[in-house]
């Protein structure tokens, strides 16, 4: 897979043994929760203060994650509501030996919510 050197990584984090099962390859749930992270990251700073997932549709992996590997997440603004977000998560991996390698990607749908957790425009933080 050829690197697109114009695109910046939402977040970028290595691949632990605390991340892996017993065979060297990270668990589904740690990726979960990545993408959750990768993605609030973005839809809090378009909407300015906190939001909560809501949807996440299937993923599959093309690849799996091996331990050491760095794994790159990129967001894609796919629809601006008045109260959500909806985006396209990807995720690649570089390996030890400097390959890059297509892991997934998602759609997920964030809801900015105030401090009671009811949601809210965006940007009335």
Not at 6 to 13: F, G, Q
Not at 35 to 44: P, T, V, W
Not at 102 to 108: C, F, K, L, Q, Y
């Amino acid at each position: 897979m050829e690197q697109q050197e114009s695109r910046i990584p939402v977040l970028r984090v290595r691949a632990l043994p605390t991340s892996t099962n017993a065979y060297g390859r990270v668990q589904a749930g740690w990726l979960m929760s990545q993408i959750d992270m990768a993605g609030s990251l973005d839809a809090e700073r378009l909407s300015r203060g906190p939001v909560t997932t809501v949807a996440v549709n299937a993923f599959q992996f093309a690849a799996p994650i091996m331990l050491g590997d760095v794994v790159d997440m990129y967001v894609e603004r796919l629809r601006i509501g008045q109260k959500s977000i909806t985006l396209k998560i990807s995720v690649e991996a570089e390996r030890m030996d400097g390959a890059h390698v297509r892991i997934t990607e998602v759609i997920a749908t964030f809801v900015a919510v105030d401090r009671e957790g009811k949601s809210r425009l965006l940007g009335d933080a």
